[in-house]
């Protein structure tokens, strides 16, 4: 029998009561069909997230920065293989509990169509192609690539859709949209990663779309994703987005209506308890028994093809020793160097053997701005400053630069951070946000004033201020913004002799700095979203129509644009024909680089891009697939 | 002309309103005179604070457990090189800001009474003649213990007196004390700190004592302090306590009464805003020229003292390279060392060779613990998890072991600690307080339900789950206790087959540690205050009576005893004469060794100690000077 039929017949042995009770995300044991508890709620986003101790790769806005999708399918090998180690040893307590599973609420491929979305740093950023790109690649990674009858882990593609904030309003907003943003920027990564990763699962989002809630929406879930798209696999809710339905949208009169339009509608799964009243709504004729079934055989199927009931599934003996192990932390730094972006260097970088470097800024020594959000717990891990300590042969002072509340009563904070530059050959200062500025609406309180997003894109005061003491100093200063998202760096462009942007940089981010800072590899990341010169630039934060929004669609001069990133190389790109360039490294340095490929339908539109190792004089033929697009 | 006098010529340019102005602890400056702006406010309880980098040194209640006077004087001294270091740098600014000066608001002598206090940990302890011991060596130290004309910087004796909690009532507390617990036990080291160190300075408390405010009442202040001491140096008022006597106490009917009040009384500076209003004060004839002139003398009488105004002051020239550097971080290792306290020892310690050690517990890798508060920012430093990575030659495994808010849905939040603890050969677990349960009123929000006090002294219950499902996995573990205070470790005790204090232990904390578990240096601390079994043990927290608290009085059965602290060695003293004891080290081990002397009062009590370093068969005759006492 497959993974289908033997559902269909462990189910046909459930009472109705059972089938419906597995139908919410905290799923009961069975103990006379030999089913044990599950959860099906489970982090995995860049990283084995809440789980404990585990290898914290970049945040998935770094990882995209990196534009490079065979690096990011290794990471998900290496993460799936974290989360099946965790499930085999926790699945012998009994039934596995939250973030103990298979089944990952992941990736995040939502469009960061401004950069205000606390949320944007879950995202591969604000191009369709390449979320579509590395979302697929992460699912193939994570899933196990077909390399067995059974799946690795199952991912969810979340979330669906047309759902980027704000982050305050999210429980009953509505998305306003054409049909054209729909289709090209909103829709079109899951589409790529149903057809070209095969992923289990699509996340129902809290908002409306066009007036009809996502989370069961007929245009949406009936028409597109199960109509046209023809998607075999299952929908789960966004944690309580089912509760949203009356609550939020007051699409319906009760949590009764709302649990039957979702099932109805196609989603299998609630995360939440909503469907607890499904007994009710089969009372009152609301949904039929057959519906109940087909959701609940529909689940069975994946936890059997999870190999969750097989002795023989290979996953079985992947070891808990795989946790954080070398290789995993290898390839973890491997990720966060490839995810730095240079974004200006008039030469400064790579350090000359500096005697003094002086560490500036309250992002040089913070744990969190490794982890960004949906993180797990880095046992091992360098912040910037220590990442320098142990890299740099030089002496390394360090000024944290502005002060907490203790300091409420200094009239000048910046005097350190100014007498610690006057000490140093060169100024490595550290600015930004932090997880605490941007974030998800709930989690862990970040920025409660805007619930998660951002009023503006600016740093904040004190820092624009930090650097104007410290450049006035005059010795050589290297910018490093830390963030998950566009910040704008106008003056710090213009002040300082060059700016790097690490996004959210995972437990090794400190390290792979250093070691592009010092020189040992070459910088080849490529900013994954526009950034933006002023806050003006910006349409309605509540405005989902593309116009003047992204590299695509902005009719202004942005900062830093979409696609850019510096080597320390001299890169020329040759054409050859419509699909071919040679690629000639004519610096002084070996290095990474993403060879990208646009068209213009008439924008500006990424359709291609291919990262290689390129040695310094060095010459390579890139050949595009057109079966990629 | 000696200071004084110089003082006196310089104040004597001033007019009555300048002079008033110098009475606040922002002191303006006085340009036609030379007088640069100076603010009177700054912090170094164990390392030079909240003035950015520094070498953060173990917390005092750790330096105490060291018995080591000796070392404390030369980390006071470093302390004072680092504070002269930024003040040298900062008054090229032209004035010098809060935190940046010379005159330390430390160090905090009052008697740890009762281990809800949440600033005990700022203490050294509960015996007077141990803060005594310990408060004059650390003011040697810092002060610079007259090997100049110059002082190196000020030392602040706090909070005089009888101030210990509860944080929550601390403006309005009237503390009833007798006047045998009075002198004894509250009184006791701020006289031993002036007879023994010439401490420069006395801070009057927040509270009233026998219903007169602790800043200027006359018993306290008039009759003792100036009378029968016959202090020499100068008073300043607690971070607003001159406003608390009218405010808080009702002592005085406004704040223009307060300021009269504690400057009449001889408290000449105010840190706060109250001394504001001596003009109106001086206007109703409250005070007399000749006290405000007073005051202003005797403040830069010791500001001629430190050498603000002079070329050939010799630490004018310490320079900013020596803040934390490796002299400082060795010593703060020493120091850190000598602070762990060993309670419990199966034999398990040190460690023999394990193949894999499991570190677990939300305390293993907290980088707040190493700090305690009034702390500066060290940017080299080792949480316990990872000095132990650093200096393990073993595989480390790490669990958190309890997590925060996202787990909430877990029904069993231990199972990473038990699958971790399954696969090591022994486990270290870390458990205890942190800086945010215990602490001071209004500071960084410590607890806030009571201020920053504890409501009862035991473990929280996650972490009381905790160490029982950990023990139960059934390998050898050591228990690791980090916390200011007294904790209810009775079961720890029982369970464990080791169990180590570990105050908050500074930047070197980890490493220090791990120098410990892994048989480096043999442990060589004792605990300053008394581990009781029970809240129930104590006698109520606003009760400042000393029946039946600290070892002198407590009638019951500690858990672990004042002093109590095991070796790696095997330690025999033998009694020559009344002054005289011969030690042996009858042990394997080399070890640092702390000599008590006790009388008999005809309570126990303290009144001698020596810490030796003998080596492995070695013995030592150790006689105690009567004169310390």
């Not at 103990?100 to 995040?108: D, R, V």
């Not at 979340?158 to 009953?172: L, Y």
């Not at 009809?212 to 987005?241: C, N, R």
């Amino acid at each position: 029998m497959n993974f289908a039929e033997r559902a269909k017949e462990l189910v046909s042995k459930m009472t109705l009561e059972e089938r419906m009770a597995q139908l919410c995300n905290k799923a009961p044991a069975i103990e006379r069909l030999g089913v044990p508890s599950y959860d099906w709620w489970n982090e995995a986003l860049h990283g084995v997230a809440r789980a404990g101790t585990a290898t914290v790769f970049p945040q998935a806005i770094a990882m995209a920065s990196s534009f490079n999708d065979d690096l990011l399918e290794q990471v998900g090998d290496v993460i799936s293989d974290e989360a099946r180690a965790k499930y085999n040893v926790y699945k012998k307590f009994g039934g596995t509990e939250i973030y103990q599973g298979l089944t990952e609420c992941a990736p995040n491929i939502n469009i960061f169509r401004d950069p205000r979305w606390g949320r944007g740093q879950e995202t591969f950023g604000e191009d369709p192609y390449l979320t579509g790109r590395m979302g697929a690649a992460y699912v193939r990674g994570m899933q196990g690539n077909g390399k067995s009858k059974y799946r690795k882990v199952d991912t969810t593609l979340k979330h669906f859709a047309v759902h980027s904030g704000p982050e305050g309003k999210r429980h009953g907003f509505n998305a306003v949209v054409s049909e054209k943003d729909l289709r090209e920027t909103y829709l079109y990564a899951f589409k790529y990663c149903i057809d070209h990763a095969d992923a289990a699962s699509v996340m129902g989002a809290y908002n409306a779309v066009n007036g009809e809630p996502a989370t069961g929406g007929k245009h949406l879930v009936e028409d597109i994703l199960y109509g046209e798209w023809g998607f075999q696999g299952y929908m789960v809710s966004d944690a309580g987005s089912v509760k949203d339905i009356h609550e939020g949208h007051k699409f319906t009169k009760n949590e009764v209506e709302s649990a039957a339009f979702a099932l109805n509608a196609g989603c299998h799964l609630n995360i939440g308890t909503s469907y607890r009243e499904l007994p009710q709504a089969y009372a009152m004729g609301l949904v039929s028994e057959e519906t109940i079934t087909r959701a609940c055989e529909k689940l069975f199927e994946t936890r059997f093809r999870l190999g969750m009931f097989d002795e023989d599934c290979e996953y079985n003996n992947i070891s808990y020793d795989c946790v954080e192990c070398d290789a995993h932390r290898a390839l973890n730094r491997q990720m966060a160097r490839e995810s730095i972006v240079l974004l200006k260097n008039d030469g400064i970088l790579p350090l000359k053997t500096p005697k003094t470097i002086a560490v500036i800024g309250p992002n040089a020594d913070r744990v969190s701005l490794l982890l960004g959000n949906y993180n797990g717990i880095p046992s091992r891990y360098a912040t910037i400053l220590r990442g320098i300590q142990e890299a740099a042969d030089a002496r390394v002072l360090y000024s944290a630069g502005v002060f907490p509340s203790t300091t409420s009563q200094m009239s000048d904070i910046y005097r350190e951070a100014v007498v610690t530059a006057e000490r140093a050959d060169v100024v490595i200062l550290c600015v930004g946000l932090n997880p605490s500025m941007e974030g998800e609406e709930g989690i862990d309180a970040p920025n409660s004033a805007n619930c998660g997003d951002r009023a503006d894109i600016e740093l904040p005061k004190r820092q624009q201020e930090l650097i104007r003491r410290v450049v006035a100093v005059g010795k050589p200063t290297v910018l490093v913004n830390v963030s998950g998202s566009c910040v704008n760096l106008c003056e710090a462009d213009r002040l300082c002799n060059a700016v790097v942007q690490l996004f959210y940089a995972g437990a090794e981010g400190g390290r792979a700095l250093a070691d592009v800072l010092l020189g040992k590899v070459s910088p080849s990341g490529r900013l994954p979203v526009t950034f933006y010169r002023s806050t003006d630039d910006l349409p309605p934060f509540e405005d989902y129509s593309m116009e003047n929004r992204t590299y695509k669609f902005f009719k202004g001069d942005p900062l830093y644009a979409f696609g850019h990133g510096l080597t320390y190389s001299n890169i020329i790109e040759t054409p050859l024909d419509e699909n071919t360039v040679e690629v000639f490294n004519e610096g002084p340095y070996d290095t990474a680089y993403s060879v990208l490929k646009y068209e213009y339908i008439p924008h500006k539109s990424l359709c291609g891009f291919k990262k290689i190792f390129i040695k310094a004089g060095d010459h390579i033929t890139v050949s595009f697939d057109e079966t990629e697009k």
